[in-house]
T-cell receptor, first 113, second 116 residues
Framework: DAGITQSPRHKVTETGTPVTLRCHQTENHRYMYWYRQDPGHGLRLIHYSYGVKDTDKGEVSDGYSVSRSKTEDFLLTLESATSSQTSVYFC????????????FGEGSRLTVL | AQSVSQHNHHVILSEAASLELGCNYSYGGTVNLFWYVQYPGQHLQLLLKYFSGDPLVKGIKGFEAEFIKSKFSFNLRKPSVQWSDTAEYFCAVKAASTGANSKLTFGKGITLSVRP
């Protein structure tokens, strides 16, 4: 394992509230990713980071923002949560080689009522 | 941009049956190919990978996959499944370049249920 921890692991919130999910890694990996997993859609990339303060959008970035102020932490923020953002969120990392071999966190299950 | 197609959504097998899960990708250049597995209630973990060389790659737990470049395919196989292989399986592809914009693309996944 690449020493990836996500918090919180479970969260229930109401529509319109802000939510922040945290991903912390201890491997000094350069690349970090946020995916969401939904039945029938597989994993879809939300945002990714290729270094401190270097981030970019994935395929489903609307309604999400990210920040990476330290190598080890990658935060995903839902500014105003909607029911369509109910999902399981996975953080993943990979090293400088960026081969595509990802190491995943345990996931954060978010329910927006 | 690359894309991945996994043909079956749910496969049901009995123990000891042989398994083949299909995966096709679309991308015109050199690719790195992966199969990830997600056991119930767990996160994804790497099953096997192909970067170059022998197109038949072996992974953990007796799985193997064959890269057929002419067919843009990377099918997963196992000669005899076990109940513990019940999981969701994801094929993934990435352009072989290592730039920051070169990202992994996943298929939608195949759920494998193995009956004891």
């Amino acid at each position: 394992d690449a020493g990836i921890t996500q918090s919180p692991r479970h969260k229930v919130t109401e529509t319109g509230t802000p939510v922040t999910l945290r991903c912390h890694q201890t491997e000094n990996h350069r690349y970090m990713y946020w995916y969401r997993q939904d039945p029938g859609h597989g994993l879809r990339l939300i945002h990714y980071s290729y270094g401190v303060k270097d981030t970019d959008k994935g395929e489903v970035s609307d309604g999400y923002s990210v920040s990476r102020s330290k190598t080890e932490d990658f935060l995903l923020t839902l500014e105003s949560a909607t029911s369509s953002q109910t999902s399981v969120y996975f953080c993943a990392t990979t090293g400088t080689e960026n081969t595509g071999e990802l190491f995943f966190g345990e996931g954060s299950r978010l329910t927006v009522l | 941009a690359q894309s991945v197609s996994q043909h079956n959504h749910h496969v049901i097998l009995s123990e000891a049956a042989s398994l083949e899960l299909g995966c096709n990708y679309s991308y015109g250049g050199t690719v790195n190919l992966f199969w990830y597995v997600q056991y119930p209630g767990q996160h994804l973990q790497l099953l096997l990978k192909y970067f170059s060389g022998d197109p038949l790659v072996k992974g953990i737990k007796g799985f193997e996959a064959e890269f057929i470049k002419s067919k843009f395919s990377f099918n997963l196989r196992k000669p005899s499944v076990q109940w513990s292989d019940t999981a969701e399986y994801f094929c993934a592809v990435k352009a072989a370049s290592t730039g920051a914009n070169s990202k992994l693309t996943f298929g939608k996944g195949i759920t494998l249920s193995v009956r004891p």
